[in-house]
């Protein structure tokens, strides 16, 4: 979450990046569980980035950290093994990688 609220959260299966906010912060900084949810009116979804085919190659993204308000680092973990992902897949496990949001 950044300094506005904002989160982010990778979807792997899907190689996809929702944006919201997360209200129900109180004036003490403290999350009030009864009131806290997603803005949804505001929540975008990105793809991320394919290969020259068109293809999935961001497979395993982990974690995800405000660099700023336009850009994210991504941490992807290693490829599944014995055949249970494609081989592209590959090119970009256990990595940093850098985002700018459109």
């Given at each position: 979450m950044d300094q506005n609220g904002r989160v982010a959260i990778?979807?792997?299966?899907e190689s996809q990046l929702w944006v919201s906010y997360l209200n129900g912060q109180n004036e003490q900084g403290l999350w009030d569980l009864d009131v806290i949810a997603?803005?949804?009116?505001?929540?975008?979804?990105?793809?991320?980035?394919?290969?020259?085919?068109?293809?999935?190659?961001?497979?395993?993204?982990?974690?995800?950290?405000?660099?700023?308000?336009?850009?994210?680092?991504?941490?992807?973990d290693k490829m599944k093994s014995h055949g249970r992902q494609d081989f592209k897949c590959?090119?970009?496990?256990?990595?940093?990688?850098?985002?700018?949001?459109?």
């Open positions: 990778a979807s792997q299966e997603f803005e949804e009116k505001d929540a975008r979804v990105y793809d991320f980035p394919k290969n020259d085919k068109c293809e999935t190659v961001y497979c395993n993204i982990e974690g995800i950290h405000w660099i700023d308000e336009n850009m994210l680092m991504a941490v992807s590959f090119e970009k496990d256990q990595s940093v990688h850098a985002f700018v949001l459109p």
